[in-house]
Protein backbone atom coordinates (compact mmCIF):
# COMPACT_ATOMS: atom_id res chain seq x y z
CA UNK A 1 0.00 0.00 0.00
CA UNK A 2 1.30 3.53 -1.01
CA UNK A 3 1.49 5.17 2.80
CA UNK A 4 1.28 8.65 1.80
CA UNK A 5 -2.64 8.85 1.27
CA UNK A 6 -5.23 7.16 3.22
CA UNK A 7 -7.32 6.34 0.20
CA UNK A 8 -9.92 4.91 2.33
CA UNK A 9 -11.04 7.92 3.89
CA UNK A 10 -14.21 9.35 2.46
CA UNK A 11 -13.39 11.89 -0.32
CA UNK A 12 -15.68 15.18 -0.83
CA UNK A 13 -17.00 14.74 -4.00
CA UNK A 14 -17.69 18.49 -5.11
CA UNK A 15 -13.98 18.97 -3.54
CA UNK A 16 -11.92 16.09 -4.57
CA UNK A 17 -9.18 17.27 -7.30
CA UNK A 18 -6.63 15.71 -8.84
CA UNK A 19 -3.95 17.41 -6.81
CA UNK A 20 -5.02 15.32 -3.85
CA UNK A 21 -3.81 12.84 -5.36
CA UNK A 22 0.34 11.77 -5.40
CA UNK A 23 2.37 11.67 -8.32
CA UNK A 24 3.27 8.44 -10.32
CA UNK A 25 6.53 8.06 -12.47
CA UNK A 26 8.21 4.68 -13.24
CA UNK A 27 11.35 6.59 -11.53
CA UNK A 28 13.94 3.86 -12.67
CA UNK A 29 15.57 5.34 -14.98
CA UNK A 30 19.09 3.50 -14.82
CA UNK A 31 16.97 -0.28 -15.35
CA UNK A 32 17.33 -1.27 -18.66
CA UNK A 33 14.76 -3.77 -18.82
CA UNK A 34 11.93 -2.61 -20.75
CA UNK A 35 8.85 -4.26 -17.99
CA UNK A 36 7.10 -1.09 -17.33
CA UNK A 37 7.11 -1.84 -13.18
CA UNK A 38 7.41 0.97 -10.96
CA UNK A 39 9.64 1.94 -8.58
CA UNK A 40 8.25 4.39 -5.67
CA UNK A 41 9.19 4.72 -2.12
CA UNK A 42 11.47 1.40 -2.48
CA UNK A 43 8.77 -0.76 -3.52
CA UNK A 44 8.73 -2.66 -7.33
CA UNK A 45 5.23 -3.53 -8.39
CA UNK A 46 3.82 -4.31 -11.64
CA UNK A 47 1.12 -1.86 -11.34
CA UNK A 48 -1.84 -0.21 -9.24
CA UNK A 49 -4.89 -1.24 -8.70
CA UNK A 50 -7.77 1.03 -8.17
CA UNK A 51 -10.87 -0.45 -6.44
CA UNK A 52 -13.50 2.65 -6.89
CA UNK A 53 -17.07 2.36 -5.38
CA UNK A 54 -19.44 5.52 -6.54
CA UNK A 55 -22.33 5.69 -4.02
CA UNK A 56 -25.36 8.37 -4.60
CA UNK A 57 -24.62 8.16 -8.16
CA UNK A 58 -26.26 9.65 -10.96
CA UNK A 59 -26.69 8.74 -14.94
CA UNK A 60 -25.00 5.36 -14.44
CA UNK A 61 -27.77 3.86 -17.35
CA UNK A 62 -26.04 6.35 -19.89
CA UNK A 63 -24.01 4.42 -22.13
CA UNK A 64 -22.66 7.63 -24.13
CA UNK A 65 -21.58 9.39 -20.87
CA UNK A 66 -20.00 6.02 -19.92
CA UNK A 67 -18.02 5.42 -23.20
CA UNK A 68 -17.02 9.13 -22.82
CA UNK A 69 -15.63 8.87 -18.75
CA UNK A 70 -13.74 6.12 -20.09
CA UNK A 71 -12.28 7.98 -23.09
CA UNK A 72 -11.22 10.80 -20.82
CA UNK A 73 -10.22 8.94 -17.98
CA UNK A 74 -7.51 6.90 -20.57
CA UNK A 75 -6.35 10.66 -21.22
CA UNK A 76 -6.14 11.88 -18.16
CA UNK A 77 -4.16 9.45 -17.14
CA UNK A 78 -1.72 9.35 -19.71
CA UNK A 79 -2.61 5.54 -20.81
CA UNK A 80 -3.20 3.61 -24.50
CA UNK A 81 -6.29 2.79 -25.11
CA UNK A 82 -7.13 -0.33 -27.39
CA UNK A 83 -10.48 -1.35 -26.97
CA UNK A 84 -13.88 -0.19 -25.32
CA UNK A 85 -16.97 -3.16 -25.18
CA UNK A 86 -19.83 -1.62 -23.60
CA UNK A 87 -23.35 -3.86 -22.40
CA UNK A 88 -26.51 -1.99 -21.65
CA UNK A 89 -28.35 -4.19 -19.66
CA UNK A 90 -32.32 -3.90 -19.77
CA UNK A 91 -34.40 -3.57 -18.01
CA UNK A 92 -32.47 -1.69 -15.18
CA UNK A 93 -30.57 0.19 -17.91
CA UNK A 94 -27.25 -1.13 -15.76
CA UNK A 95 -23.63 -1.01 -17.96
CA UNK A 96 -20.90 -3.54 -18.08
CA UNK A 97 -18.04 -2.38 -19.91
CA UNK A 98 -14.00 -2.34 -20.27
CA UNK A 99 -11.41 -0.33 -21.60
CA UNK A 100 -8.44 -2.61 -22.85
CA UNK A 101 -5.49 -0.92 -22.49
CA UNK A 102 -1.97 -1.24 -23.18
CA UNK A 103 -1.06 -0.71 -19.40
CA UNK A 104 -3.92 -3.04 -18.53
CA UNK A 105 -7.81 -1.54 -17.62
CA UNK A 106 -10.57 -0.06 -16.59
CA UNK A 107 -13.87 -1.37 -16.00
CA UNK A 108 -17.16 -1.05 -14.62
CA UNK A 109 -20.20 -2.55 -13.45
CA UNK A 110 -23.31 -0.15 -12.35
CA UNK A 111 -26.68 -0.58 -10.31
CA UNK A 112 -28.93 2.29 -11.65
CA UNK A 113 -31.99 1.42 -9.51
CA UNK A 114 -29.20 1.56 -6.32
CA UNK A 115 -27.68 4.73 -7.58
CA UNK A 116 -24.30 2.50 -7.20
CA UNK A 117 -21.00 1.92 -9.12
CA UNK A 118 -17.99 -0.55 -9.01
CA UNK A 119 -15.14 0.70 -11.32
CA UNK A 120 -11.32 -1.33 -11.36
CA UNK A 121 -8.62 1.59 -12.57
CA UNK A 122 -5.97 -1.26 -12.75
CA UNK A 123 -2.35 0.44 -15.01
CA UNK A 124 1.10 0.07 -14.91
CA UNK A 125 4.28 1.92 -16.21
CA UNK A 126 3.56 6.10 -16.43
CA UNK A 127 -0.14 6.16 -16.31
CA UNK A 128 -1.39 7.67 -13.25
CA UNK A 129 -4.78 5.96 -12.47
CA UNK A 130 -5.82 7.97 -9.75
CA UNK A 131 -6.62 10.79 -12.27
CA UNK A 132 -9.12 8.51 -12.94
CA UNK A 133 -11.42 9.22 -9.68
CA UNK A 134 -11.66 13.12 -10.79
CA UNK A 135 -12.96 11.99 -13.70
CA UNK A 136 -15.35 9.89 -12.68
CA UNK A 137 -16.73 12.51 -9.85
CA UNK A 138 -17.31 14.70 -12.40
CA UNK A 139 -19.43 12.29 -14.60
CA UNK A 140 -21.63 10.55 -12.42
CA UNK A 141 -21.67 13.22 -9.73
CA UNK A 142 -21.50 10.58 -6.39
CA UNK A 143 -22.78 12.29 -2.78
CA UNK A 144 -19.79 9.24 -1.84
CA UNK A 145 -16.73 7.90 -3.20
CA UNK A 146 -14.65 5.04 -1.50
CA UNK A 147 -10.98 4.38 -3.23
CA UNK A 148 -8.93 1.81 -2.41
CA UNK A 149 -5.28 0.79 -3.70
CA UNK A 150 -3.77 -2.71 -4.42
CA UNK A 151 -0.34 -2.70 -5.56
CA UNK A 152 -0.18 -5.73 -8.08
CA UNK A 153 2.65 -7.85 -8.72
CA UNK A 154 4.86 -6.88 -5.64
CA UNK A 155 8.61 -7.66 -6.21
CA UNK A 156 10.61 -8.68 -3.05
CA UNK A 157 14.12 -6.83 -3.00
Known amino acids: MYKDFDYNQEIDPTGATETQWP???????????????????????????LIIDLWGASKLDNLQLM?????????????????IHMHHFTPNGG???????AESHISVHTWPERDYAAFD???????????AVEILRKAFLPSKIEVSEILRGQVEK
Not at 95 to 101: D, H, K, Q, T
Not at 121 to 131: L, R, S
Open 23 to 49: SFKNVNENDERNDHFIHRNGKIFAGTH
Open 95 to 101: ISGVAVL
Open 121 to 131: VFMCGDAEPHK
Open 67 to 83: EQAFRESVVECGATLLH
